[in-house]
């Protein structure tokens, strides 16, 4: 598995400063979660293009750790992920560290942390800074890799400014592939979570699969497309003020172009589209996405 996987008179400036601060928070709390929810991750299927002989591998040093740096900007026509849109450019970074090892053959072990930020171009109240871990444990049963991972997270407003939301995610998943010669293969990834979060407006039950292809058009070159599906419910988003419960069905294809330059760098492009459909017309949304990508990857 690769390791990879995220603002005229003095009382009445202090009162706007207040409402301004509050919409900021809850637009950068809403875009965390929604961002969240179109979970799709190509990469971790990406085909083995590294040579494999059993006997080499037997013979390479073990390195656990993992460090990888990634950085990407992108256009998307609707930045706040809700209706009505506004469109906007962004640019974006990650640094993840951790632990990876794998026991008796079968059982992966995953321990990391991310930071991360995001930064737009027009609507400045969206930018965020964030935090976030994840454990994972998980077992290979004939073709099937089943696990379950828990996944720690908080969003700040820029410069780690204001907590926008902290979130708690226990997730049962499940991922396998299906070889179609040596070019090419099918893979298909499930997952049931459970969020729990502050505020407590966010917190769901979500159950998404994800299903495509893959292809290896050149060598170290993978093109990925795929779709995602999911449906959520919510126990309590907002509904002092909605009167409604929230439940949405998230349709999500994507399309991906990746090159891995060597062992430790990485270099793509991926282009997604989602329409969520929500009993809540806020959130019942369409949007278009492209973002070109490089990524640093080290073992030690």
Request: with cysteine.
């Amino acid at each position: 598995m690769r390791t990879r996987t995220w603002m005229a008179a003095l009382l009445a400036t202090a009162a706007m400063a207040g409402v301004a601060s509050a919409q900021s928070n809850d637009s950068r709390a809403n875009l965390a979660n929604e961002r969240s929810a179109q979970y799709f991750r190509p990469d971790d299927f990406a085909l083995n293009t590294q040579p494999s002989d059993h006997d080499i591998v037997l013979m390479e040093a073990h390195q656990p750790w993992y460090l990888v740096a990634h950085g990407e900007t992108g256009l998307t026509d609707n930045a706040y992920l809700t209706a009505p849109k506004h469109s906007d450019g962004w640019v974006a970074g990650t640094l993840d560290g951790g632990f990876q090892t794998t026991l008796a053959e079968s059982v992966d072990v995953v321990a990391g942390g991310q930071v991360g930020m995001w930064r737009y171009a027009k609507h400045s109240d969206l930018d965020t800074d964030s935090l976030a871990a994840v454990f994972s444990v998980s077992k290979l049963f004939g073709d099937v890799r089943a696990g379950v991972e828990y996944v720690p997270s908080v969003y700040f407003g820029r410069g780690f400014d204001e907590q926008s939301l902290l979130a708690h995610d226990l997730a049962l998943f499940a991922q396998t592939t299906w070889a179609m010669g040596e070019k090419s293969q099918i893979y298909a990834y499930g997952r049931l979570s459970r969020r729990w979060s502050s505020p407590d407006d966010y917190e769901n039950t979500r159950l998404s699969i994800t299903t495509g292809c893959q292809h290896e058009c050149w060598p170290n070159v993978v093109l990925t497309t795929g779709i995602t599906l999911a449906y959520a419910y919510y126990d309590n988003y907002f509904e002092d003020q909605t009167d409604e419960t929230r439940q949405d069905f998230l349709v999500n294809p994507f399309v991906s172009l990746v090159y891995q330059m060597n062992d430790w760098s990485t270099v793509g492009v991926t282009l997604s589209y989602a329409r969520n459909y929500s009993t809540i017309d806020k959130v019942d949304y369409e949007s278009a996405a492209g973002s070109p990508y490089v990524e640093l990857n080290w073992r030690f």
